[in-house]
């Protein structure tokens, strides 16, 4: 399946969520994101939602542009954020912040060389965590991802890719 045919068989119920994966996986729809970054943040965000259909569309269209490596790269970023976002939604949520200041104990160097630009990494990491309802992990990648002058436009964008996949796999799951 690629995109096109995705979009094709999305039920009228949402045809926003059709007119918006349209726009948002290309430069114009997405602010200060280049294709690249474009690609992977959908990918990775495709990943979160756990939809089969969705998974290969995106990767179709992300296999003919992104290297074996930015891909093992973006299931890296979506598999540690499937991780780290219960850990850290955890901890964030409960009252006793005991828990807040307790070593990890998770192992997760991949963050630190990722094998791919830090910033597409972080950006990647950033939609699945929104996707995930992470907040500290959200406001941790926001903070990495400005520090490295990365605008705000841009992450609002990242934002938008990952909520308009997200619908695009919720459409899909309620069709069938």
Known sequence: MNIETLKSELPDYAKDIRLNLGSVLSEEGASDLNQKQILSIALASAYATRNRDVIDAVAHQANAELSHEEISSVKTAATLMAMNNIYYRFTHALEDQTYATMPAKLRMTMMANPGIDKIIFELSSLAVSAINGCGKCMNAHT????????????????????????????AREIAN
């Open 143 to 170: 903070q990495q991802i400005e520090k490295a002058g990365i605008s705000k436009v841009a992450v609002q964008s990242a934002i938008r890719i990952a909520s308009v996949i997200n619908a695009t796999a919720l």
